[in-house]
Structures are given as structure tokens and as C-alpha cells.
């Protein structure tokens, strides 16, 4: 258990902050294995973060989200940005060795020091990913990435759940995938920010574009000056149409700061956050209680016809947040 060994935190934090790739390494392992001690780590990352751009990539397994974010990242390398990559899988049961393949696929990048890679798994976390990854953003923020790049497996909720930790999220489709674009995915019509057509090298793409097109103006109500979501085509095993992505990015980045959507977007994520935080250690504190006289008590109670549940749940509330 990671989080049962102590570790000298403000030494890990410096060298985090000095770009020092084991020291990050170690904080998001202190991340996902829930540790006592990130408290310590946050408080002390706090004023070294709101630097990097969080961009989210989401979409259907084998769309081609790893392979256009190694693709993005030699791009943003190629501008002399630091980079951090979060791959994370909410349903894998590995952690820290999670996406094997994706880490193959990575493997240009591994010997880069101005790369970042990691891949995260959160099933079995209380608060799973919405838990997770805001905090290994953190670490990468304070880091120095100026860019961090998060992979999600578009499984329903996740998908949610990325564009609300995101600056930008970017929603993947391709060709023949199976998935069309139908209305169980509508879903995904109101999270991107940027579309992107990938596999443009087969067959339907045009036609996958076009039905997306289609999609986005018939829930469009847009006002002038509102954002338009583009859709690039790309080609991402050959890196074609990167670079639009990239500019579809830098576009969307200044519209944000320029309609103050930036500053929104950071703001309604650290309430999630904190709302993520507190209702994970209320739960935790409730479910210490599971065979516990007070919680019993309460339930024979309820039984014997003196109190009802809901009474009972405040008095529960009121017991554990006091500390009790
Ligand atoms: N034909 C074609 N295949 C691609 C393209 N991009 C990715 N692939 C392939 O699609 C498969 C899934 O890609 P991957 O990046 O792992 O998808 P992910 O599951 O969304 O991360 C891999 O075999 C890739 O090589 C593309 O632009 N064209
Ligand atoms: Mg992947």
C-alpha cells in the first residue's frame, strides 16, 4: 500500500516543481492509491498550479484517442511546450500499469523529459475519477506542463464527467465504428468543444462528418460570439490534420479567455472538486459506521416504528461531521 508508507512530502513536492519525472511519478502514485498524506501534497501544490491547459480527448474505445494524443503531443513537443499525459481508464482493475498498450504507443515519448505519461486507473475509488484526475492534473500543473492531455474511455458517465475537468474538451468519432452517431450518443453533442473525425483514411468519414454537422446544427441556439464546436478530420496514425487540431485548440483557448469562460469553466471544476472531496470522506465516515451501536441503534429504531429515515440520516449526518 502506497499510502500506508510515509514519504517526505515538501522534498517530493520541490522536486515535482523542479520537473524532477520520478518526484511526479510518486505524487500520482500518492493520488491514486488515495494517500493519507495528499492533503499535504495539495496544500503545498496549491500555489504552484493554474498554469497548464487541460485538454480532455473522449470518445469510443479504438476511435483513436491514443494515438492522436501521442500525435498531439509531438506537436505541442515540437513547440517547445512541456507536456503531461493522463490516460485514464475508470473500468480497469490495474492501476498504474493500466493501458498497456497505450504506453507502447507512447513509447516515442518515453525518453523525453518534457513528456509526462501516465496511465491511471480509478475503479475502486470512491469518488473514482472525478476524485482522481483533477488531483494528477495538479501534479502535472505544478509540474510545469503547459499542456496537460487527458485520455478517457468514453463509457457513459466518464464522458461527462472529462468535460467537466477539462479547459477544452475534444470528442473523437470515427468511421464505421458502429456507433454512428446516433441519439444514445447525444450525449456527446453537448461536451465537445472541438470534434474530431479521425481514421479520414477509411471509408464514411465524410459521411460521419457530415451526420455530425448535421447533429450540432440541429441542437444548435447559438448567439453571436457563442463558440462553434469545428470538426477536424484527421489522419491520426500518419499525424494528418494534427496541426488543425492543434489550431482548433489555441482557438478555442482564446475564445474562453476572451469571453472569461476560462476562469468559469476552473471555477464550476474546484466546486466539483470539493463537492467530489467532501461527499467521498462523508461516505467513508457513514460506511465506518456499518456495524456500529449508533448506526444500529438507529435502524432498530426505525423498525420498531419510533423514528423515520429520514430523522435517522440527519442524526447520522450530524454525528460523523461532528467528528463523532
Ligand atoms: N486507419 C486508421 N487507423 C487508425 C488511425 N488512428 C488510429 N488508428 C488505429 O486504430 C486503433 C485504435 O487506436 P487507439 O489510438 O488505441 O484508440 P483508442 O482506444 O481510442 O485510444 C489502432 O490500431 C490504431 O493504429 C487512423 O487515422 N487511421
Ligand atoms: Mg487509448
New binding site residues.
Partial sequence: MIGAVNVDVPTLVEQAREGRPRAVARLISLVEGASPQLREVMALLAPLTGNAYVVGLT????????????ALVAAYRRAGKRVGVLAVDPSSPFSGGALL??RV?MSEHASDPGVYIRSMATRGHLGGLAWAAPQAIRVLDAAGCDIVLV?T?GVGQSEVEIASQADTSVV?L?PGMGDGIQAAKAGILEIGDVYVV?????DGADATARELNHMLALGESRGPGDWRPPIVK?????G?GIDEVVEALEKHRAWMDEHGVLNERRRSRAAHEVETIAVTALRERIGDLRGDQRLDALAERIVAGELDPYTAADTLVEGVTAGA
Fill in positions: 470518445g469510443s474505445p479504438g476511435v483513436g484517442k491514443s494515438t492522436s494524443t501521442s498498450g497505450d504507443r485520455e474511455v473523437l470515427a479521425n481514421k479520414a483514411d477509411r484527421t489522419v491520426a496514425a500518419r494528418e
